[in-house]
């Protein structure tokens, strides 16, 4: 029993909370319409953010455990704001949906790089020591707790709150939305802020409590992870979080397999693989059920001018 409790803390706690946070926020992106297919290059660009962050703080404040909250909360700041410019550009330019959010992706990738490696260069001239978070059984009773408190939340705004309303009606049918009052680029902007603080705080926990540390492409495909949980999810914040307990404790149970004599080339594929296979089967189920109907208006151009 102890086993299977340190267990949960230790190794399942900090997958779950990063899984989770992501897919909701990428959840939310696409309940206003936009295709959130900048989520991996901006899940790599906050785990880089949240390093170089820390690194930053840790030497301003002379570590500590201020210094990583304050990269958390930068770090989802930062995100936020630059999934209010995917969102709201994605409204107002006569661009496809998949374009602009692939540049975002390819953009996210570049800075992540470049704003990784000042973090490093920054720790090795000053010899910081950064004040990661640790893997306690009160830290994770707290995260777990924190994270179901965020999921409640973004379900109760989506689906008991005015603004909620908005938002999904602007994913249904923004030229309709527009047409009774309602602000497609505002609603838009507002939700990309919600989701981009969710999406870059999961990916701040990842380098700041999952791994620890960073590395030259941290990150890089876990952002598609966390979209493929949304997916599985339909959307739905409590559906997305219990995917994600299924799918957190598939991912971290992988690594064991290899003592069981499966290559490691299959058993670094097999999160990817099963990805694919949750989504053609919850693809299947969704197109016979109105109630997990994809939003009419995701990934479609709107644009104002076009309105008679």
Not at 40 to 59: E, I, N, Q, R
Not at 176 to 185: K, M, N, P, Y
Not at 236 to 253: E, K, M, Q
Not at 269 to 292: K, N
Request: include cysteine; aromatic fraction near 10%; hydrophobic fraction near 50%.
């Amino acid at each position: 029993m102890r086993e299977l409790l340190e267990w949960f803390v230790q190794i399942l706690a900090p997958a779950y909370v990063v899984y989770t946070l992501a897919a909701t926020g990428s959840a939310v992106v696409e309940r206003c319409g936009v295709l959130n297919l900048a989520i991996d290059g901006l899940f790599v660009l906050s785990s880089s953010l949240a390093y170089t962050y820390a690194v930053l703080f840790s030497a301003l404040l002379q570590g500590g455990a201020p210094a990583t909250w304050l990269s958390l909360l930068l770090t989802a700041a930062t995100v936020a704001l630059l999934y209010s410019l995917y969102t709201t550009l994605s409204t107002v330019l006569p661009v496809s949906q998949g374009a602009i959010g692939l540049s975002f992706m390819f953009i996210g990738y570049g800075l992540g790089a470049v704003v990784g490696n000042i973090g490093r260069i920054a720790f090795g001239l000053r010899g910081v020591r950064v004040a990661y978070l640790g893997a306690g059984h009160g830290s994770a009773a707290s995260a777990y707790l924190s994270t179901i408190l965020a999921v409640t939340a973004v379900y109760l705004l989506l689906y008991k709150l005015k603004l909620g309303v908005m938002i999904r009606a602007v994913g249904e049918d923004p030229r309709l939305a527009s047409q009774v009052g309602v602000s497609v680029t505002g609603t838009r902007l507002l939700t990309g802020l919600l989701g981009g603080a969710l999406v870059g705080l999961g990916g701040a926990l990842f380098t700041l409590w999952r791994v620890g540390g960073w590395s030259q492409g941290q990150g890089l495909n876990h952002g598609w992870l966390a979209y493929a949980i949304s997916i599985a999810g339909w959307r739905h914040p409590p559906l997305v979080a219990l995917v994600s307990l299924f799918f957190s404790t598939a991912y971290v149970l992988l690594p064991h397999l290899q003592r069981l004599g499966l290559p490691i080339e299959a058993s670094t594929a097999a999160p990817y693989v099963t990805s694919i296979a949750i989504m053609v089967v919850v693809s299947s189920i969704r197109g016979r059920s109105r109630l997990l109907a994809d939003p009419k208006s995701l990934g479609r151009a709107f644009f104002r001018e076009e309105q008679v």
